[in-house]
């Protein structure tokens, strides 16, 4: 079993940036995959970021690449999501997800690839 809380988010200037936190419990944090989705009403969730077990392997949307940079600390069971030149469309409620892996270096995009979601946090980029 997997818990995951997001924090870091909040409301910011369009061009300004935002590191968000997803904290994990459970003993198993290094056998998963993680990633970060975003969605806002109305719209389906959307894939942002994946980074493999150990952090070698990482996966990004079209959309946020060259501008957001996922990493991980195992040893503190934490994932990040470091959002620089915001825009107003990356407006959303993001979530982590975990992704029971294994120890295999794979970055899934898919929601119903994941095992476990977080509550999500708001970001808000006004313009």
């Known amino acids: 079993q997997v818990q995951l809380v997001e924090s870091g988010g909040g409301l910011v200037q369009a061009g300004g940036s935002l590191r968000l936190s997803c904290a994990a419990s459970?003993?198993?944090?290094?056998?998963?995959?993680m990633g970060w989705f975003r969605q806002t009403p109305g719209k389906e969730r959307e894939f942002v970021a994946a980074?493999?077990?150990?952090?070698?392997?990482?996966l990004y949307a079209d959309s946020v690449k060259g501008r957001f940079t996922v990493s991980r600390d195992n040893a503190k069971k934490t994932v990040y999501l470091k959002m620089n030149s915001l825009k107003p469309e990356d407006t959303a409620v993001y979530s982590c997800?975990?992704?029971?892996?294994?120890?295999?270096?794979?970055?899934?995009?898919?929601?119903?690839?994941?095992?476990?979601w977080g509550q999500g946090t708001q970001v808000t980029v006004s313009s």
């Open positions: 980074i493999s077990w150990g952090g070698a392997s990482t």
């Open positions: 997800a975990a992704a029971n892996t294994g120890r295999v270096a794979l970055t899934p995009s898919e929601p119903s690839e994941y095992n476990y």
């Open positions: 459970g003993r198993t944090f290094s056998s998963y995959g």
